[in-house]
């Protein structure tokens, strides 16, 4: 197939109704779990996808978090096969104790997506109407925006984004941007007064040429203490950035506090924090952060985001989401920040990688769209994955292929597996495993 064959069987597909794609014959209260598969696209960063198979020819798709490996969601398989899919929560429930925090969390989102996508199938919604209502049309983006040594090209980049109808911009601001200058850095790597002024100069021209009214966050700042952080902090002030993200680790709550407290500008972290309790809770409930970024391929997709979110929104902060997978685990977030409250903006990373689009059908064509994409209304997650377009990208050879080898729990609490060999009342030796 040529690329422009590709493209045109692409919006052959997008252009089917979305009836098409419902199993009218699905029986709800039978439906089982029979199998999950896995694939992995090597992208601007490795999208594991996963396909969640029934008996009744419904399938769903997830996607483990950017960067992570399938495995964290295959060791799963044996804890949901049999299952009804559609008993979400319970599922869920019977996965938690295995996902951990950063791509760890990658699985147990991947489930979840999954899950979301066969259930708005069977019952015919959008998988925003499994979680809530819908109280936006357009989901609003920020595009990652690669940096250079050279204020004048950098605030260059970024005026072409806004050229492309973005209207919410962040920039990468490493502290090694200027460490080849004289007294820019001190012994540990931070910037000194002096440097943070040649940071500032970046920032400057990058305000110049989006505007000085333009929503701009910054990130990457590298390795900070909490005193540093709050000089950087205080050293942005003048310029009014929608937030400064991740100045410390995001485990430290109690050195955020100190930091929210100390500036005016906005603080923001979240992307490798998995579950409300496990990641989100001290950060929201001490007020140790003015705004929450999860990514909801780490943090636990559209159920456990949201409920993130709304434990953040009781506290007056707002959501912005991370992102830099592939285009289901974007729609899966795009459903997600449909319903959410306090949702600000999500980030986009693949503005730079011409085929992203052409990995899924079902969605109307661009998928961005002034800087937006629209929240779909079809059944599920509303996508389906361009077979050929996949198969060009794939890390591995195969395309979802059989995984007997995690039919078995691999992980797992404890098991009654039974029966135990032992000695009997009359001293005969019982249940003795052979092979
Ligand atoms: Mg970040």
């Not at 661009?366 to 996508?383: A, N």
């Amino acid at each position: 197939m040529t690329r422009r064959e590709l493209i045109q069987s692409a919006s052959l597909a997008a252009a089917q109704p979305a009836s098409a794609q419902v199993n009218k014959l699905s029986s709800p209260s039978q439906l089982k779990i029979t199998d999950m598969r896995a694939c992995t696209v090597a992208a601007n960063y490795d999208y594991p996808i996963i396909r969640i198979d029934t008996n009744q020819g419904v399938y769903g798709l997830g996607e483990v978090r950017d960067a992570g490996v399938k495995g964290i969601a295959l060791i799963l398989k044996a804890h949901l096969l049999g299952k009804n899919p559609l008993s979400i929560e319970s599922n869920l429930a019977a996965v938690r104790p295995f996902a951990g925090q950063g791509r760890m969390g990658g699985g147990y989102s991947a489930v979840d997506m999954a899950l979301h996508d066969i259930a708005g199938k069977v019952y015919g919604v959008p998988a925003w109407r499994l979680i809530g209502e819908k109280r936006r049309d357009k989901i609003r983006l920020y595009c990652d925006t690669t940096g250079h040594n050279d204020p004048k090209i950098y605030g260059h980049r970024m005026l072409k984004r806004k050229q492309m109808g973005f209207t919410f911009f962040k920039m990468d601001l490493y502290t090694s941007m200027v460490e080849d200058r004289p007294g820019a850095v001190n012994q540990s790597g931070a910037a000194t007064d002096k440097g943070l002024k040649y940071l500032c100069e970046y920032i400057a021209a990058v305000r110049d040429a989006i505007g000085w009214d333009a929503p701009l966050a910054a990130d990457h700042f590298g390795r900070l203490s909490v005193n540093d952080a709050i000089r950087y902090a205080r050293a942005f002030e003048p310029y009014q950035l929608a937030w400064a993200e991740d100045l410390i680790p995001y485990t430290n709550w109690r050195g955020y506090k100190k930091i929210s407290d100390a500036t005016t500008t906005p603080t923001l972290t979240g992307e490798d924090a998995f579950g409300l309790e496990e990641g989100f809770q001290n950060l929201i409930e001490n007020q140790a952060i003015d705004i929450i970024q999860p990514d909801p391929e780490t943090s636990g997709a559209l159920r456990e985001t949201k409920r993130i979110a709304e434990c953040a929104d009781s506290f007056g902060i707002p959501t912005v989401l991370h992102f830099a997978g592939s285009p289901v685990g974007c729609m899966a977030s795009v459903h997600l920040a449909a319903t959410l409250k306090n949702f600000v903006v999500m980030e986009h990373h693949a503005v730079d990688m011409p085929w992203w689009p052409d990995l899924v059908t079902g969605v109307p064509k661009p998928i961005i769209q002034s800087g937006h994409i629209p929240v779909p209304d079809t059944p599920g997650l509303g996508v389906e994955l361009n077979e050929a377009v996949v198969r060009e990208h794939l890390r591995y050879p195969g395309y979802f292929e059989p995984t007997p080898m995690f039919d078995d729990f691999i992980v797992s609490g404890y098991r009654r597996v039974g029966p135990w060999p032992h000695f009997d009342e009359d001293g005969n030796y019982v249940n003795k495993i052979t092979y």
